[in-house]
């Protein structure tokens, strides 16, 4: 890649996170926003100037650590999903992110739900899972990971839409009546 300016870097990053439809790989924009970072001086001020979120910034940073065969990979947009990278960089061991991204890559669905599939499959202990989720989310903030079938999420999907609400919101309000009618659960007074 070319040197970059700040005013390149800018660009990059404003032209392939700001619309649907993103042009440059994820490695390019990763250098980008590296640079950014290098020039700023802190992640946070380059998610104040793009108008990120500090946790994307991080895991596009993330990219460039994964090995030199993977990064090729996403250059070629072989695997071309910011999510599906960040997870294969959230591996410990690069014989294994390589192993992984090369079934990622050679995957005929392009779901990302099929290819987090794929990607759990790496037998990643629960606990060194629950840690990276916990390590990589902002103090006091809980996160519950549940996993659907594909009938089961269908059936979320469809009652969401039909109470116009967000599929976790939903799910959430489901887990809230059942601890209040289990009596585990008081909501907090007004």
Known sequence: ???LDEQTALAIMFANTKRKKRTADLVTIAEACEHLVQLYRS?????????????????FRKILSLPKEVQSMLRAKRIDSLDVA??????????????LARQVAGVDSKDVR???????????SAKESKKKVLDSKLKGLHVFVMDFNDQEYKAIL?????????????????????????????PPRK
């Open 1 to 3: 890649m070319k040197k």
């Open 43 to 59: 992640q946070q001020a380059v998610a104040r100037k793009i108008g990120l979120s500090n946790e994307m910034i991080r895991e």
């Open 86 to 99: 960040y997870r294969l960089a959230l591996l410990r061991d690069p014989k294994k992110q390589v192993q």
């Open 114 to 124: 099929d290819i987090k599939r794929v990607i759990s499959s790496t037998g990643l």
């Open 158 to 186: 469809k009652r969401a839409r039909e109470r116009k609400t967000d599929p976790a919101e939903l799910v959430k309000q489901v887990i809230l009546r059942w601890l209040k009618r289990e009596k585990a659960y008081k």
